[in-house]
């Protein structure tokens, strides 16, 4: 039942884990010269910063253009994403500077470009699964928009449900209007018409937690490259690998955004539940991710990276504070002996983690009570030191005395709260304390009632029942058990009430109740209408803390993610990819937990506005 408050400090790597980078590279005339001259004969400063410390990096190259004059020249993939670096540096220096030209004003299209670089540009710009993958945007005006029918608000969603950061470098030239510019550069014959708002870079970086450059000098782009790419937000959140029941951890906040190779601070906190078995060490494992998030996520991607060094342990030593219990019946004889008679009842005592202990009593069980009413207690130590009690009520009567017993009737429900789909069980104990033996006993139950009979499964009685009742001995004791199970959320008492043939001693005894509690998990998905590439964001509420939810697509391709694991609040949230060649039409997005009811929502995935291939390829 207690909690651990940890200041937990999450280091980035300086350059985001296993980059896939395409360099993304003006192609008009205001490159000419200073700008295309410094990437090209620096190239490998950009290289080589990457590999020291990302060895499995890979760079890809593109030049964009412009729409009014450039067709199908407007965007072009001069080397596909490879980890080769000599055809890196064949591609840079295959990049060229007469595109534009032809158009009214300095705006020009690597909005388009964009797109086609987040949409796989024919396979050319396909993202490894588990890479991280950047856009370095190098220009000095701004973009159409649309660009080639596509407008900003698409393009920053398809990079979005790619993960890919822009880190766009803005270029200082005479010509240029800057990439956050607004289609006039200050020369009253070459302007765009119409403008359109400033801030479209800004925009881009915003939206993917990329990075702007602003007023870089031409002899200074590559090593403005080096430094932004050391710069670029990273988002760190996690997920819990395994975790043993009992045992949950949640971060505040649940994801942090840092500059990379910065520190992710986060207050963690380890709750043990007030039902974790005590006595023994529990365990769990966090896995850091790095990645971006969806808008309003408060977890990482489906694209996010487990980076191995971010690997957490915990172990906890849950302590043994309670006590064993202990059970000790009362009972009631009749004696003629003036100074009372030898009895003999039954107690137990049974610990969570020890099983069955001995007991001890005073006065014990077989020693002679005197006439009349004397009070019994007692006692039971597990191996921790911890002592529990009970007392009960020893009655000698003096006989002759009427033929009479004292049934009486314990339940406990386990677990006191479940979930729909999963069973609670109660547990009735009969005894009679005498003085003679019960018969003709029968237990009834009630549990609490649906609204709809369907909704409860209630299995019947295997004891003690109107149609074969049962005999209990003086001083005896039976156990019956019984399970029900719902499919909707219910509150209540589960009441048992047991009777027999003679007459009762003490009717109050008779009936006992125990309190029962049924969530009943809810799952939301948003979007609920979605397109290949996208993301859907998975919530749930009311499950079982520590349970592990298993996302699935009733159609199409489930992309391989790892399960989550509901934290203590009962809560989850997941994000899944919808992968980009995948089926259209109608699906439903399933959460499965062992033991509960699966959930489902229905997603409909509609296809893609069809476009042209409107770029060229290696060239």
């Not at 410390?53 to 450039?70: I, K, L, N, T, Y």
């Not at 005006?141 to 900003?152: I, N, V």
């Amino acid at each position: 039942g207690e909690s651990l408050r940890v200041a937990k400090q999450v280091r980035t790597p300086a350059i985001p884990p296993k980059p896939d980078i395409v360099l993304l590279v003006d192609g008009t005339a205001s490159m000419a010269g200073g700008t295309l001259e410094n990437v090209q004969e620096n190239l490998h400063l950009i290289t080589e910063a990457v590999r020291a410390e990302q060895p499995d990096s890979r760079f890809a190259v593109a030049s964009f253009g412009d729409q009014q004059g450039d067709e199908e020249r407007v965007y072009t993939v001069h080397q596909p994403l490879t980890d080769d670096l000599t055809l890196v540096q064949q591609g840079v220096d295959a990049l060229p500077t007469d595109r534009g030209g032809l158009s009214m004003g300095p705006s020009e299209d690597w909005n388009n470009a964009l797109w086609q670089i987040a949409h796989g540009s024919g396979g050319a710009t396909v993202f490894r699964p588990d890479a991280s993958p950047v856009v370095v945007l190098v220009g000095d005006a701004s973009t159409h928009d649309p660009s080639k029918d596509h407008t900003l608000t698409e393009t920053i969603a398809a990079l979005q449900s790619e993960g890919i950061r822009v880190l766009a470098v803005d270029v200082a030239t005479n010509i240029g209007d800057g990439l956050n510019g607004n289609g006039d550069a200050g020369d009253p014959d070459y302007i765009e018409d119409p403008l359109h708002a400033y801030g479209q870079a800004t925009r881009v970086v915003e939206a993917t937690k990329g990075e702007l450059l602003n007023g870089i000098e031409e002899d200074a782009v590559a090593q403005a490259i080096v430094e932004g790419l050391g710069n670029l937000r990273a988002t760190v959140g996690h997920r819990q690998e395994s975790c043993d029941p009992g045992l949950t951890v949640t971060l505040d906040p649940p994801t942090r955004t840092v500059e990379s190779g910065e520190s992710a601070a986060f207050d963690e906190t380890i709750q043990v539940a007030a039902d974790a078995p005590q006595g023994r060490r529990l365990t769990c494992v966090i896995q850091f991710l790095m990645g971006t998030s969806a808008p309003d996520a408060r977890s990482v991607g489906p694209r996010a990276l487990a980076e191995p060094d971010l690997t957490e342990t915990i172990n906890i030593d849950v302590n043994d504070v309670e006590a064993p219990v202990v059970t000790v019946d009362d009972r009631t004889v009749a004696t003629r002996a003036p100074g009372g008679a030898p009895v003999s009842f039954t107690a137990t005592a049974e610990d969570a983690n020890d099983g069955p202990l001995p007991v001890s009593c005073t006065p014990a069980s077989g020693s002679v009570f005197p006439i009349g009413r004397t009070t019994v207690t007692c006692s039971a130590t597990d191996s921790n030191g911890n002592t529990g009690s009970d007392t009960a009520t020893v009655e000698v009567l003096e006989a002759p005395v009427p033929p009479t017993a004292d049934v009486a009737v314990n339940v406990q429900v386990a677990p006191a709260r479940t979930y729909t789909g999963r069973a609670a069980t109660a547990r009735y104990t009969l005894s009679n304390a005498g003085p003679d033996a019960a018969t003709g006993v029968i237990l009834t139950s009630a549990w609490p009632r649906t609204p709809d009979a369907g909704d409860r499964t209630l299995a019947a009685l295997g004891r003690c029942t109107p149609t074969a009742p049962c005999s209990i001995p003086a001083g005896g004791r039976i156990e019956v058990t019984q399970r029900a199970t719902y499919r909707t959320a219910i509150s209540g008492e589960v009441v048992a009430t047991a009777v027999a043939t003679l007459p009762d001693r003490e009717a109050a005894d008779n009936t006992d109740r125990d309190t029962l509690r049924v969530l009943q998990p809810k799952l939301t998905v948003t979007p609920q209408v979605a397109e290949p590439g996208d993301v859907v964001l998975a919530r749930g509420t009311d499950y079982p803390p520590g349970a592990t939810v298993r996302l699935s697509w009733s159609a199409g391709i489930t992309a391989a993610v790892a399960p989550m694991t509901v934290s203590g609040d009962g809560t989850f949230e997941a994000q899944t990819l919808v992968l980009r060649k995948d089926r259209i039409g109608p699906r439903d997005l399933r959460a499965e937990v062992t033991g509960v009811d699966r959930l489902s929502k229905p997603v409909l995935i509609v296809q893609r506005k069809l476009q042209p291939p409107d770029f060229e390829g290696r060239g």
